[in-house]
């Protein structure tokens, strides 16, 4: 049975708690050939259906199990529909709450507040809390029993109302209810029989659970914060221009082939190509790199980047869902709607922790009550239990670091495929980096040039730049551009071009001939210094002759150039306990001039594209887990080899799919900066994880030997969720080592 290419993205409503985002993965699990994960920080569910069932279908399966669903549409990303704002919501329902429970609390806690009758001004303050404050926790219990289910809304439900019960019984039944009823606050259950009441618990846990919401729903804006603001910066408008005539019209009517004018200060409308005019371009959203790149006639722009200097005019080569910043955000969501590995045990103790609490609770009521407890400290007993236990920190744990982690990552040019990427970065020790295009430029430059028979340099630049001009050739063209720095180039005469050998023509009249060495001696018969040839051309060069009138006039030499922050990049990797490999098509004195220049000390030279896969599988089998790097078509294979792929964002696009993270400029340090907060990520999922664990696993103990009150529960349980929150969002502050 076969899958969808693509996953689905549903959007999802009604879950509460981590427990809901499991049941909905659960049930979804369930239709046949169907793979499902549910992110409960994202409220998304990302699916692969078979052939045979319908997305309808899927919907159907959420919502049998009292949630809500719709298909994400990724082209409507940059026009969000309006809707409720849940976080204004919670802030509302918490300040009223919290308003109403404060006299509560002060009078339950000061005996001198507790005036005649207090205890039915706290009812009537604590009734609305407890009814309408925490009537979200009430809907989602009713709608989980109505289907079978228990969740954390179950423990926080079940814990209000019995407080709430059992007060409105000690009031009108009991003795709590008597004229100059006082009652003191104590950090332990009480044992006074039925005389105390427990609004200030039902009132106050509700505070703090709402409280702790509100921090999750703010954790959950701003950590997509940076995702929505690149989304926001799109153009609006745009003003397309035909036959010397401008008209400006919405966005959405630019098509595909349409030219389109950018003036100084207005962001590219999409993707396109500059067909006229120079500029320069921030693409800083994008790259990351803080630095204008030059545009000008033939060059690539980016939708959304900005144009700094001058006006531009593009022809739209890309729309819609088919940009790059489309592309980038879907790769991000995609990777905040995935489950990193480490969080499927947090899973499994939170699928099997609702009800293991409930009988936990009930264990402990009755327990107390056999050795001859009070009710009243038995049934407190129980009632922290019920609020202590409430799993929320552990399910937010790996959710709310990863979306803060993938969203900060954008920010700094590095896409995370997938949460399960993180643990790979965790265990890599050897990074094989790609010598052209990932180390070096890409780009052929004049390093040297010799000038021999007293020629005049301005005459030889005219020549050699001249002839060279006529030829495709990368190495030619190097020569061209670098003459054309120094003096006015013409079009040379009777241009013939000899494969793999050289150039000859007639320029301003002189038989030229430009080429390898070794030609110009063998089929011309013309003395070269092969001394100086040899010297460069063992330090990885390219050297070409170029002789007229009989005579060689000079000699060049031409090699790739090492990037700026290559060497930079070598030192983090092995400040992050990697060993640099160099893996290159070139000659093996080639390979090991750059190796040298930039640190690396093991080289693998004349490498065809399937033996880098070779070389990669050797690597494996002595026991390493490689990461490898690169930017071509011939790096694919080697990419999915690797346990971890990269590719440089300015590689083609099978390279940048067969990776498992994109960096989305050309800098190589951005492959250490991806490699850092990838595992500082993963190191705060841990971190939240142990914490998560070790609060549930010393409270609940607790709880149940009687040795918490309620209320201070609500406040440990509403802090450990604020304290992992606060913990993931420490992730939007992450700067690369420098």
Known sequence: MTTTQAPIILELGGMTCASCAIRVEKKLNKLAGVQATVNYATEKATISLPADIHISDAITAVESAGYTAKEARPEKENQPEAKDNPELEL????????????????????????????????????????????????????VNLKHGNATMDTLVSMGVVAAYTWSLYALFFGGAGETGMKMDFTLLPSHSGNSEIYLEVSSAVTVFILLGRYFEARAKSRSSAALTALLNLGAKTVSITSNGIEKRIPIEELALGDNFVVRPGERIATDGKVIEGASGVDESMITGESIPIEVTQGNKVIGATLNTSGRLVVEATAIGSDT???????????????????????DRVAAVFVPVVIVLALATLIVWLLVGEEPTFAFTAAVAVLIIACPCALGLATPTALLVGTGRGAQLGVLIRGPHILESTKRVNIIALDKTGTITTGKMSVQEIKLLNNVNEDEFFVVAGSLENASEHP???????????????????????????????????????????DWLASEWALHIDTTWVSTHQNLGHTVIAVAWDGEVRGLISVSDTIKPDSKTAITRFKGLGLTPVLISGDNQSAAEQVAKEVGIDRVF???????????????????????????????????????????????????????????????????????????KTLGTIKGNLFWAFAYNTAAVPLAMAGLLNPMIAGAAMAFSSVFVVTNSLRLRTFNPTK
């Open 475 to 517: 190495v030619a063209q190097a020569v061209a551009h670098h003459a054309q720095q120094q003096i006015e180039l013409v079009t040379p005469e009777e241009f013939v071009s000899t494969q793999g050998r050289g150039v000859q023509g007639l320029i301003n009249g002189k038989a030229a001939l430009i080429g390898n060495p």
């Open 324 to 346: 790059a910043l489309a592309r980038i955000t879907n790769l991000v969501e995609n990777a905040q709607a995935g489950k990193a590995p480490i969080q499927r045990l947090a």
């Open 91 to 142: 802030r509302n329902r918490l300040i009223i709450s919290a308003a109403l429970t404060i006299p509560v609390v002060l009078m339950a806690m000061i005996p001198a507040l507790q005036f005649d009758y207090w205890q039915w001004l706290s009812l009537t303050l604590a009734s609305p809390v407890v009814i309408w404050g925490a009537l979200t926790f009430h809907q989602a219990t009713w």
């Open 605 to 679: 030279a004349g490498v065809l594209a399937e033996d880098k896969v070779q070389i990669i599988t050797r690597l494996q089998s002595e026991g390493n887990f490689v990461t490898m790097v690169g930017d071509g078509v011939n790096d694919a294979a080697a990419l999915v080899q690797a346990d971890l792929g990269m590719s440089m964002g300015s590689g083609t696009d099978v390279a940048i799919e067969a990776s498992d993270i994109t960096l989305t400029n050309s800098n190589l340090t951005s492959a250490a900066t991806g490699i850092e907060l990838a595992r």
